[in-house]
C-alpha cells in the first residue's frame, strides 16, 4: 500500500483541549478521503490539523513518511495544498493571478513567474476548466467558478495532497459534480491524495474511496465508503430518528406519519415513491402493497409507510399475500391507486383495485383528492 | 485575438502611464514648491541659487533652509504614510484601515509630545533620533491595543471605529499634557500636533531619508509575502510563509513608518487609505510588487500637493496640510465605505 498521508493516535482541538482523539487514518495516493459527520462534529478541526493550522494535542501525523512537526511552512507548501470554505475577498486581482499565487513556493525573490510557472497555471486552469475566465477580476464570478479557480490555484502549487474544507457547500448541483469529477480525476490521473470534508452524503458516498465518520469525542467509524453507507450506520452517525437514510439511493427520508392507516396506495414499478412523499408532506398514513421486495418503490415504501403489503422478490403474488392485501383494504376507506397500466407481473394489483370498488371504497388516482 | 502577450503588454502599458503621469507630477511639484511661497523669488535668482550656491542672503536662506527642506519632508512621509496604510489594509484585510483612523498616528503623537516636553523641562531642544524612538514606541503601544480589540472583534467596521476611539483618548491626554507644559514649548507643541511640514531642518530630512528610505525597501523585497498574505493568514501559510513572524514585520514596519511621519509632521489623516486606494483603482490591480513603489511616488505627489496648497492657499498664514489632506482624502474614505456597505460591514 502506497500510503502518503497517515495519523496516529492523533488527537485534536483547540487551546490544548481535545476535542476528538483516537483518529488513526492512512491516506494512499491517488484516493479520496471524505469526512462525514455532524455539524460540529470536529470535521474541520481534524482538517486544520492535519494542514498544520493548528496543533496537535497529541499523536502524530506523517506525510511522505515525515512527522509534520519536524517540517516548516515551506516544507509543506510541496506536499500539501488547501482549499478553505472561508470566502476569499480579493482586491482587484483576476482569476490568473489567483491561480498564479499557487506558485509561490516555486519563485524566486520578488515572486515573478517564469514562463514555466505560466505554464503551470495555465495547465491547471484548463484542467478546472477556467482558463476563459483568466481575466476576469476574482470578485466578480460565480461561487462555482470560484471554487473551481482555487483548486486550480491547489494544483498549480504540484502537492501531493490536497486538502479541502466542505468544499461544495456554496455549490448547485451541476457545479458539485463536476466539481468532485474534476477532483476524481486529478487524484487519479495525477496519483494525488485527497482529503476532504462533505455535508452532501450522497455526494460523498459517490466520490470517496474511504470515509471517516466523525461525531464528537471520537471516530464513529472508519472504512471503504461502500462499507460505510448503511441504513443503521449512517443513522447512528446523525442520530436521525425523524427521518430515515436510504442506502440504495443515498438520500434522506423525512419522518413516517404517525396514525392509523385509512388510505391504501396500490403502486409498484416507481409509481408510488412520488405518491409517498406527497402523502408524508401531508402527515397521512398509509398503507401499501402489493410491492415485490425488489420494486423500485419499495425503498422508500418501507421508510414511509405504516404497513406494506409484499411479496418475496421474482415470485408471483401468492394468494396468502392477497388474502393479506384483501383484509388490509378492509380497515381502509379508500384506495389510492397510482397504476395505470396492467401486465402479467402486477395482474393482481388490478383485481385488487377492482375489489377495492366491489368493497364500496372510495377510489382515488391523486393524493391530493384525498381528505382524510 | 486576445492572446497572452495582449493581455499582458496592455496591463504593462497601463503601468507604465501611471508611473510616468506621477513621475512628471513629481518633478512638476517639485518646482512648484520651491518657485512659490509668500516670498517671490525671480526664476533667475533661483537658478542661480540652486545650481551655483550664490544669490542674496535672504533668499539663499529662504530657498535652501525652508523651501527645500520642506519640499523632501512632504515627499518622504507622504511616500512613508502611503506606504503604511497600504500594510495595515493588508494586514487588517480591511480597505478603511489606515495609520490615522487606526488611532496610531495619536499615539505615536501622544509619546512625542510627552517626550518633547521633558526635553524642553530640561532646557534641550529634543533630537530628531530621540523623537522618532519616542513615535515609534507610541505606534506599537496603539498598534497593541488595536490588535488586541483586533482579536476580539471580526467586522471590520468595529475595529475602525475601536481605533477612532483610541485616537480620541490619545488626543485627549496630548491635550491635558500641553494644558500644563512650560509657556516656551506650547508654541511648538501646537502648531505641530495639528500636522505640517513647516520647520524641517537637513538634520530631520537626514534621519528622516535613512529611516523611511530604509523601512520602504524592506516592504517593496517583501513584496512576495504581502502578496501571499492578500490572500489570507491560512493560504499564505499554506504558501509556505512563516505567518507569525511576517505579521510582526508587517506590524513594525508600518509602525516605525507611521511614527516617523508623526515624529516629524505631526499627525497627517487619510493620505494612507487614499493614496494606496487610488492607486489601486489607477494601476487596476493590487499586485505588491506594482503597488508599493507607485504608492509611494503616489503619497508623495499627494503631500506634496497638498502641502503645496497649505503653504499658499491663505499665504502668508500657513493652514495645516492634515486639514487640506483631510479635505481630499476624506471623500474617498466616504466612497469606500459606500462601496463595502453592500458587503459584510
Given at each position: 500500500m502506497d500510503i502518503f498521508l497517515s495519523t496516529r493516535d492523533l488527537a485534536v482541538g483547540y487551546n490544548g483541549k481535545?476535542?476528538?482523539?483516537g483518529i488513526d487514518i492512512n491516506l494512499r495516493r491517488g484516493t479520496i478521503l471524505t469526512l462525514i459527520g455532524p455539524?460540529?462534529?470536529?470535521k474541520s478541526t481534524i482538517l486544520k490539523t492535519i494542514a498544520k493550522y493548528l496543533k496537535t494535542i497529541c499523536g502524530a501525523i506523517y506525510i511522505d513518511g515525515r512527522?509534520?512537526?519536524?517540517?516548516n511552512e515551506r516544507d509543506m507548501s510541496f506536499l500539501l495544498s488547501v482549499v478553505l470554505t472561508q470566502r476569499l475577498r480579493t482586491e482587484r486581482m483576476t482569476c490568473e493571478e489567483i491561480v498564479g499565487t499557487g506558485r509561490y513556493p516555486f519563485t524566486g525573490m520578488l515572486g515573478i513567474l517564469s514562463e514555466e510557472d505560466k505554464a503551470q497555471v495555465r495547465e491547471s486552469m484548463e484542467l478546472t476548466d477556467v482558463?476563459?475566465?483568466?481575466?476576469?477580476?476574482?470578485?466578480?464570478?460565480?461561487d462555482g467558478q470560484r471554487q473551481r479557480i482555487l483548486l486550480a490555484r491547489a494544483i498549480c502549487q504540484q502537492p501531493s495532497a490536497i486538502v479541502l474544507d466542505e468544499?461544495?457547500?456554496?455549490?448547485?448541483i451541476r457545479y458539485q459534480v463536476e466539481f468532485l469529477q474534476i477532483l476524481r480525476d486529478m487524484a487519479r490521473e495525477r496519483g494525488i491524495a485527497v482529503i476532504m470534508s462533505l455535508h452532501e452524503l450522497g455526494l460523498a458516498e459517490r466520490i470517496s474511496d474511504d470515509v471517516l465518520c466523525v461525531k464528537g469525542?471520537?471516530?464513529?467509524d472508519y472504512g471503504r465508503a461502500r462499507d460505510i453507507f448503511t441504513r443503521e450506520r449512517i443513522e447512528k452517525l446523525y442520530d436521525l430518528k425523524e427521518g430515515s437514510y436510504n442506502p440504495l439511493f443515498g438520500s434522506l427520508e423525512m419522518k413516517r406519519p404517525n396514525g392509523e392507516p385509512r388510505l391504501f396506495v396500490i403502486a409498484g414499478g416507481g409509481t408510488g415513491t412520488g405518491v409517498y412523499r406527497e402523502l408524508q408532506k401531508m402527515d397521512c398514513p398509509f398503507v401499501t402493497g402489493i410491492?415485490?421486495?425488489?420494486?423500485?418503490?419499495?425503498p422508500v415504501a418501507k421508510d414511509l409507510a405504516s404497513e406494506m403489503i409484499t411479496e418475496r422478490a421474482f415470485m408471483p403474488v401468492s394468494d396468502e399475500t392477497y388474502a393479506r392485501a384483501l383484509e388490509a383494504l378492509r380497515r381502509c376507506d379508500t384506495v389510492l391507486n397510482c397504476l395505470s397500466s396492467y401486465g402479467e407481473a402486477n395482474a393482481r394489483n388490478q383485481s385488487l383495485a377492482e375489489d377495492a370498488k366491489t368493497l364500496g371504497l372510495r377510489v382515488i388516482a391523486h393524493p391530493e383528492d384525498y381528505s382524510q | 485575438m486576445s492572446g497572452k502577450g495582449t493581455d499582458s503588454s496592455g496591463r504593462l502599458l497601463r503601468y507604465g502611464t501611471v508611473i510616468a503621469s506621477l513621475a512628471v507630477m513629481f518633478l512638476v511639484l517639485i518646482g512648484l514648491n520651491i518657485v512659490i511661497g509668500s516670498v517671490r523669488v525671480p526664476l533667475r535668482e533661483l537658478l542661480h541659487i540652486l545650481f551655483t550656491?550664490?544669490?542674496?542672503d535672504t533668499w539663499q536662506g529662504i530657498i535652501w533652509k525652508i523651501r527645500l527642506p520642506r519640499l523632501f519632508e512632504s515627499a518622504l512621509l507622504g511616500g512613508a504614510l502611503a506606504l503604511s496604510g497600504f500594510l495595515l489594509q493588508t494586514f487588517f484585510n480591511n480597505?478603511?484601515?489606515?495609520p490615522y483612523v487606526l488611532g496610531i498616528s495619536s499615539g505615536a503623537k501622544l509619546t512625542v509630545a510627552a517626550a518633547m516636553i521633558t526635553a524642553f523641562g530640561a532646557q534641550r531642544s529634543p533630537g530628531s533620533w530621540f523623537l522618532v524612538s519616542a513615535a515609534f514606541l507610541g505606534a506599537l503601544m496603539s498598534m497593541g491595543v488595536v490588535l488586541l480589540v483586533a482579536r476580539r472583534v471580526r467586522r471590520s467596521a468595529t475595529l475602525i471605529v475601536c481605533g477612532v476611539m483610541i485616537g480620541y483618548i490619545c488626543s485627549a491626554i496630548t491635550d491635558f499634557l500641553i494644558t500644563f507644559a512650560d509657556d516656551a514649548s506650547i508654541v511648538n507643541l501646537h502648531n505641530w500636533t495639528r500636522g505640517s511640514?513647516?520647520?524641517?531642518?537637513w538634520d530631520d530630512i537626514r534621519v528622516i531619508s535613512v529611516v523611511v528610505l530604509s523601512a520602504s525597501a524592506v516592504v517593496f523585497l517583501l513584496s512576495k509575502p504581502i502578496s501571499a498574505y492578500q490572500m489570507g493568514e491560512y493560504y499564505a501559510k499554506n504558501m509556505g510563509v512563516n505567518v507569525q513572524v511576517f505579521r510582526i514585520v508587517l506590524v513594525l514596519l508600518s509602525s516605525v513608518l507611521s511614527a516617523c511621519v508623526t515624529a516629524f509632521a505631526g499627525p497627517v489623516s487619510f493620505v494612507g487609505i487614499a493614496v494606496p486606494h487610488l492607486v489601486k483603482a489607477l494601476l487596476n490591480t493590487s499586485k505588491p510588487i506594482v503597488v508599493i513603489p507607485v504608492c509611494f511616488l503616489g503619497g508623495s505627489v499627494f503631500c506634496m500637493a497638498c502641502d503645496l496648497i497649505a503653504r499658499t492657499a491663505f499665504a502668508p498664514q500657513d493652514i495645516s496640510v492634515s486639514s487640506v489632506t483631510a479635505v481630499f482624502g476624506a471623500p474617498v474614505v466616504i466612497a469606500l465605505m459606500i462601496k463595502k456597505r453592500g458587503r459584510e460591514m
Open positions: 481535545a476535542l476528538i482523539h455539524n460540529g462534529a470536529g512527522s509534520i512537526d519536524d517540517m482558463w476563459d475566465l483568466r481575466e476576469r477580476d476574482f470578485m466578480q464570478i460565480s468544499p461544495t457547500s456554496f455549490l448547485d469525542e471520537t471516530i464513529e410491492l415485490h421486495e425488489n420494486d423500485i418503490d419499495y | 550656491g550664490g544669490g542674496g480597505p478603511i484601515a489606515g511640514f513647516s520647520g524641517a531642518t
